[in-house]
């Protein structure tokens, strides 16, 4: 079954090695543009490692990644952020001791060609993009109902509200690509409905395409389309929520038999 | 025959090579099991020198007395020196920039304490290996330089077959792969880093000895652990045998260096190899390359 | 008055090397025990320029900060590199340190260990003031800006930092480069106010002194080492407590904030905050 859209994100036979261990094995798959994609399967089968492969925190030991078209393999993480991948992490990562406004401002001042004399000296032009900049930070926050938290301290935020931070942060490199990794860890049933209800928003709103790994499976099977199924470093299976449902190995694997789909599974 | 000068160097290099390998290996076992460099290795070898003279000048005791006395002292300050300075940051997971803040702290702290009590004297120890030499190849080489070479191989022998044949040896290496795994297996966490901390100690206790019968006792003598700093980058951080191998080549080459080019551009040689290394092999001979967990 | 002056301009002097060492160690978050070196640096050359070549003062001031800034490249490009850890660069400046003084003791134009004395006595105290207040003025500049947030990101979490397009080796250096040029301007301020300099005027002690007053002051603020610089320069004076001591203390200092006080004085805050009514419910700094 083809899924629409062009292949945003193109991963080729990607294998990464830690010393003895394969963590990802001769894997191969792709994300269509406009798609929310899932990747599920049981701790340890490689998904992180995936993510970090795709921005740049490791080098593939083979194989090829290509988003575009262009092969992002071996590229610095910065330089992948500023192609259009960006993402999240599985234990939160904020600037913890910044304002949450500080947070998203940091990437969008990233993206600004500055002037270093000008920053330095306060001259009108600096401060005129200081101010447009600061306006442009608080309207991301409130797109994610995180306004009125703009002057607290990042990690002093509730959980969940420190999930969505570290998206709208993300979101601030306008990405084409948003990589989330567990975004639900943690949440409870009806959290988790309202984070997929804000994933799905976001695709909306920001014309972004995600690629999200996920435990929930109530959450991946709602939202994910198409899904891709992970073990031991390698594909196991790829297709629709039914498809994947439905798989014999995949159950055996992962799903496990009678379990209800709204109960979280691990690995 | 080799000519005088070249074997003279060399076993002058050689010693003071297995000097630096005795400082680096303290270093780099705590490197490696705690992940960060504790800048304090250098104080505690000078602590261990003082405990050494003490021994030896007001109490007349014979060497091996001396040694062991010197090792005993400063592996016990060396765990005290875990215990207040880094064991509460420890538990807080704090970053390896807190700790190494404490670490300087300390070396400082323990430096100008020796210097406002004791005083910035310097102290010899008494003549233990008096002016003895030996001839080998038909130079004579003082004893003193073969004994401490000698005695730092065998020492780093006996450190590596107990890190590989012991159960204590075992539970280090496993602790310095994965600390969290460790504890979740019933490794009791704190006697094994005391443990860690008492061995580094001695080695440092052993290296404050030589370095102060080869020269002398002062409150300041802690900074040539710059030098096994040095050595143990080029070996490869954390790797016992790369402390060694650093050590021992950074002495010989410096040595080299002080008797055929200049004394005085010693140290601006030992910073050139050390930049040289980390622009073209930053993991040193024998380094891992260990990324961070994402 | 005239000792109480020349204590607060000197006061002055070693508050803008701490402002230096503050946005390197305070606010990228790296560790450097051998800023001392840069002050070194500054102090020789000015003090070459202006003894030997008489070259005017803020020239002399302008190229000393210059060296330093040029000479910091030296440590920062092998060491500070992404995917080598900050050890590499304490190890490499510590290294340097020794380096310098050997180097510093050994040339002619340098006078040796003996040191170099009669240096003309252009530092006034409106000139340190005005070094100081302009000092400060683009520190703050500094850190509002696209780099200065990048420094403070690196600090939090650099992978998270590179994830938000921080590039981790330019910024790391460039934070080395602007913490030598201040400490660069304090060293040829230093020559000038007290006419004579020693290469043991530039070591361990005078970086551990730089580095109790960030740490005390707290790491991410400028006013809390601000203040704690000036009151390591004044207190021991007013008690005259001798150098060695004021060591000890230090030393011990540093130990006893790291394990019960880790954000000093002031961190990751700034004095204006408490004369501003702050929104910020979520409230406390945990360090």
């Known amino acids: 079954m083809k899924t629409p859209g062009k292949a945003l994100l193109s991963v080729k036979g990607l294998t990464r090695d830690f010393g003895g261990i394969r963590a990802v094995d001769s894997f191969s798959f792709d994300v269509h543009e406009g798609s929310i994609t899932g990747i599920i399967g049981p701790n340890g089968a490689g998904k992180t490692t995936v993510f970090n492969l795709v921005t740049g925190i490791y080098r593939p030991t083979a194989g090829s990644i290509f988003f575009e078209g262009e092969e992002m393999a071996g590229l610095r993480p910065d330089k992948i952020v500023r192609k259009g991948i960006a993402r999240t992490f599985q234990n939160i990562r904020l600037f913890n001791r910044r304002t949450c406004l500080d947070n998203v401002l940091t990437p969008l001042l990233q993206r600004e060609r500055c002037s270093f004399p000008g920053a330095l000296f306060g001259t009108p032009g600096a401060r005129r993009l200081e101010r447009e900049l600061h306006e442009r930070a608080i309207e991301l926050l409130s797109a994610l109902g995180l306004g009125k938290y703009a002057s607290w301290q990042a990690n002093t935020l509730p959980y969940g509200l420190q999930r969505k931070l570290e998206i709208a942060r993300a979101l601030a490199t306008e990405p084409k690509l948003l990589l989330l990794d567990e975004p639900a860890a943690g949440m409870n049933p009806e959290e988790t409905r309202a984070l997929a209800a804000l994933v799905a928003e976001v695709r909306r709103n920001f014309n972004v395409t995600i690629l999200l790994i996920e435990h929930h499976m109530d959450l991946v099977m709602n939202i994910c389309s198409p899904i891709v199924v992970m073990n031991f470093g390698a594909l196991l299976a790829a297709g629709t929520p039914d498809d994947v449902r439905e798989n014999p190995e995949v159950v055996s694997a992962y799903l496990g038999k009678g379990k209800k789909t709204n109960e979280r599974t691990s690995g | 025959m080799w000519p005088g000068l070249f074997l003279q160097t060399l076993i002058t290099g050689l010693s003071i090579g297995g000097i630096y390998a005795l400082m680096a290996v303290g270093y780099s076992l705590v490197f490696s099991v705690l992940n960060f460099s504790n800048f304090a290795h250098g104080a505690v070898i000078m602590l261990g020198a003082y405990v050494g003279l003490a021994l030896a000048a007001k109490l007349s005791l014979g060497f091996g007395i001396v040694l062991a006395g010197s090792i005993a002292g400063a592996g016990i300050i060396a765990v005290l020196n875990e215990k207040l300075a880094y064991s509460s940051l420890r538990r807080r997971k704090a970053p390896s920039l807190y700790l190494m803040i404490s670490a300087m702290g300390c070396a400082v702290f323990l430096e100008n304490l020796v210097y406002a009590t004791i005083g910035s004297r310097f102290y010899a120890f008494p003549e233990f290996f008096g002016r003895q030499v030996i001839s080998i190849g038909g130079s004579s080489v003082s004893l003193l330089d073969v004994g401490a070479f000698l005695f730092a191989l ?141 | 008055m005239d000792y109480i002056l020349s204590i607060v301009i000197l006061a002055c002097i070693n508050m803008i090397a701490v402002l230096g060492l503050s946005i390197f160690t305070g606010f990228t978050g790296l560790f450097s025990l051998g800023h001392a070196a840069f002050v070194g640096v500054g102090a020789y050359t000015s003090a070459i320029l202006t003894y030997y070549y008489y070259v005017p003062f803020p020239l002399a001031l302008a190229a000393g900060s210059a060296a330093a800034g040029l000479v910091s490249l030296i440590i920062g490009i092998p060491t500070l590199r992404a995917k080598l850890r900050s050890d590499y660069f304490a190890i490499a400046i510590l290294g340097f340190g020794e380096a310098l003084r050997v180097v510093l003791e050994n040339l002619e134009i340098t006078n040796g260990a003996r040191g170099l004395p009669g240096i003309d006595n252009f530092t006034t105290f409106p000139i340190v003031l005005a070094c100081l207040a302009l000092g400060v003025f ?75 007053a960030v740490i005390a002051g707290g790491m991410g603020s400028l006013s809390g080492p601000l203040i704690a610089s000036f009151v390591f320069i004044g207190l021991p004076e007013a008690l005259r407590v001798a150098q060695m001591w004021r060591l000890v203390a230090y030393g011990l200092l540093l130990v006893l904030i790291m394990v019960y006080r880790p954000q000093g004085l002031m961190g990751y805050s700034e004095l204006s905050s408490f004369f501003r009514r702050k929104d910020n419910p979520g409230g406390r700094i945990q360090p």
Request: net charge positive; glycine share 12%; aromatic share 10%.
């Open chain 2, 154 to 294: 065998v020492a780093i022998l006996g450190l590596h077959l107990f890190i590989n044949r012991t159960r204590t040896g075992i539970a280090i290496r496993a602790g310095v792969s994965d600390m969290t795994m460790c504890s979740l297996m019933g490794v009791d966490l704190d006697r094994l880093i005391a443990i860690v901390f008492l061995l580094a100690g001695g080695f440092a206790g052993v290296a404050g000895v030589f370095l102060g019968i080869k020269y002398l006792v002062y409150p300041t003598m802690g900074w040539v652990t710059n030098k096994a700093y040095i050595a143990a980058v080029i070996g490869g951080l954390g790797s016992l045998p790369g402390a060694l191998a650093g050590g021992l080549i950074l002495g010989v080459v410096e040595t080299f260096v002080s008797s055929y080019i200049s004394s005085v551009m010693r140290d601006v040689f030992s910073f050139s190899l050390l930049i040289a290394f980390l622009v073209w092999r930053p993991n040193g001979l024998w380094g891992t390359d260990s990324e961070e967990k994402v």
């Open chain 3, 138 to 212: 683009f520190a703050r500049n500094f850190l509002r800006s696209r780099w200065g947030a990048a420094c403070i990101a690196i600090r939090e979490d650099p992978i998270a930092a590179e994830m938000a397009g921080v590039r981790l080796f330019r910024t790391r250096l460039l934070s080395l480069v602007v913490s030598a040029v201040y400490c660069g301007l304090s060293g040829g301020l230093l020559a000038h106010f007290l006419s004579f300099i020693q290469p043991v005027m530039f070591t361990l002690v005078q970086s551990t002194q730089l580095l109790a």
